[in-house]
């Protein structure tokens, strides 16, 4: 009665991992051999790791990766322009500690995009926010703030971010008032918090795709300053997977005549 009384009690107040780990301590009774500092210290390991699972969920869920992307999952190759060594430096995240920024350049479907992700999703398991988004669409998220008056609740929000993840930036060339909107930005962030940014645009052709060269300077030196270049090389990854696909159905296909005839 005392157990069941003790189990309703943790379950109020909101303690339902402990009081599993309390029921499965008395349920092996005098089985077990652990002391009482250990069967405490169990059931308070249970709650805390149970919430601290649901909290990394809630942070993943709010960054809106957009996809299933981790650093374990990363294809480390040396001729792709990422090696093992960056991998592990970075899933680290001692760059955002450091209010660094990270700057991935390629072409189409080598790959960017699942890494931008993946850095987002490894700094939400070491605790921090993140938030990943296509650069366009964020622009024009800020040209409809500032049209409606929430303009600057938007930027409040974006620098309350640890790692705001920017894809696909300069995929066109930005007007001024673009640039003007992504230097608030970017203003709000330096040397407070990180910023990822994926391109296929090389960093030297920065100024290139903007209309205003002073804007320019300024967006490409809070950018550029302290952050960590990775140029992605190699065939798309997408084309390459389609490819394999295609061989697979084939082989398939073949195999399955023969098993007919």
Sequence with gaps: MI???????LKQLKLTHAAEAFRELCDNGAGSSLTVEESVGLMIDREWTA???????????DAKLGMQACMEDVV???????DKAVVRS????????AKQNVIIIGLTGTGKSYLGAALAEAACRRGHRALRVRAPRLLGELAIARANGSYTDTLARLAKLDVLVLDDLFIAPLTQPEQRDLLEVLDDRYDRCSTVV??????KTWHEMQTDPTLADAICDRLVHNAHVISLRGQSIRKKKGLE????????KDKKEETQS
């Design 245 to 252: 696909g295609k061989i697979k159905e084939e082989k398939d």
């Design 3 to 9: 157990i069941e009384q003790t189990i309703e009690k």
């Design 198 to 203: 994926t391109s296929q645009v090389p960093t």
């Design 51 to 61: 919430r601290e699972n649901s909290r990394i969920s809630r942070r993943i869920k």
């Design 76 to 82: 480390c190759d040396p001729s792709r322009g990422i």
């Design 90 to 97: 970075l899933s680290t995240c001692h760059w955002v500690t």
